[in-house]
């Protein structure tokens, strides 16, 4: 087996989808899974499937036509790209939007392939990452889009915690519920859609604290880690190993905690400082900074120490460890949600479905 590797247990992951359904469908919220983890793996796909997930929602147009045979709603979920939208309304049902220019192509393109595309307006609620900020301009853009053919305001979406970190609320929350009934009064619309977030809204399920017209979720990270993202906690019963980072150890040797001689830059360009240990035992693992960074591993054996990186190789302190490491053997990571993000789109990691 090539290594370094990142496996991924199926039944775990069908496990925490399934628990999430469950704690979705319980409070009238339709759940959907985002797929960029799963860098176009359809099998990953079909997993979220069997556990009952309804849309699938995606960041990268390239994934969603790898999908393009799966019969279930797809969604576009970063903004399009003016130089995409082509490929956005072949395929993607859906997709969120902020920006009148793009809204209108999206029609264009539409209407040439004698199509319907689906959008939802994105909000912003003072995250400030995508999504209109001034409630007025909400209601100015509104004009705009009904007039458009091709195209159907089907619902109204936020995101939170992704960039400012700010956390969904009740209160928070209600706002979009809010503009939704403003709008459906002054326009005579019906919004389908209020797409609530992400797995940082999850928190509001298990408090019962969701507001009622909130109707859709888009789950990323509490399917595949098994938690709610505003506080990092674990949903009780899922699990947090389902994909697990495998490398493998090309020298071990004894060496000084800090290096020989005038200390400059790194690789990198930074200026590395050191702590004097003495002489320990170090390994090193076959994978570097261009696959992962080294904020994202956490190693399961607690008593291995990550000292650094460069492109290629991974520096670990193996002093403490009760076992005795040989040349060859493997060394493995749990990890967090940008590292399995950045691992699965490495050509570089063997990737194993177990």
Do not use: W
Request: net charge negative; aromatic share 4%; glycine share 8%.
């Amino acid at each position: 087996m090539t290594y370094p590797k990142i496996t991924i247990n199926k039944n775990k992951l069908k496990e925490n989808v399934e628990i999430l359904v469950d704690i979705c469908k319980r409070q009238g919220i339709i759940p959907g899974g985002v797929t960029k983890v799963f860098s176009g793996n359809s099998e990953l796909v079909n997993i979220l499937i069997e556990g009952g997930i309804e849309f699938l929602a995606d960041s990268r147009i390239e994934n969603l036509e790898l999908f393009k045979d799966i019969p279930l709603p797809k969604l576009m979920l970063r903004l399009p790209m003016l130089s995409e939208v082509e490929k956005i309304v072949d395929y993607a049902d859906m997709s969120l939007n902020s920006e009148l220019l793009t809204i209108k192509k999206l029609s264009e393109v539409a209407l040439e392939k004698e199509k319907v595309h689906k959008i939802i307006l994105m909000i912003d609620l003072g995250d400030l990452r995508e999504g209109i900020f001034e409630e007025s301009e909400v209601y100015e853009l509104i004009k705009d889009i009904i007039e458009l053919k091709g195209i159907k305001l089907v619902g109204l979406g936020t995101n939170l915690t992704c960039h400012g970190g700010v956390i969904p609320t009740n209160d928070n929350l209600k706002r979009l519920s809010e503009i939704k009934e403003n709008i459906e009064e002054k326009f005579k619309l019906n919004i389908e859609i209020l797409s609530g977030g992400n797995s940082s809204s999850l928190h509001l399920l298990e408090k019962n604290d969701m507001p009622a017209q909130i109707n859709q979720l888009r789950l990323g990270e509490s399917l595949i880690l098994g938690r709610e993202t505003a506080y990092g906690n674990l949903i009780k019963g899922t699990h947090s190993d389902v994909f697990q980072l495998i490398t493998e150890l090309i020298e071990i040797r004894e060496k000084p905690s800090i290096p020989i001689g005038e200390i400059g830059l790194d690789a990198f360009g930074r200026k590395p400082t050191f702590i004097d240990k003495g002489k320990r035992k170090r390994g090193i693992c076959a994978i570097g900074k261009q696959d992962i960074d080294i904020e994202d591993l956490i190693t399961v054996d607690k008593n291995i120490n990550i000292i650094g990186q460069s492109s290629d190789h991974l520096i670990l302190d193996l002093t403490d460890s009760k076992d005795e490491y040989k040349l060859g053997d493997k060394i493995k990571f749990d990890l967090n949600y940008g590292g399995i993000l950045k691992l699965m789109t490495s050509k570089y990691v063997c990737k194993e479905i177990e």
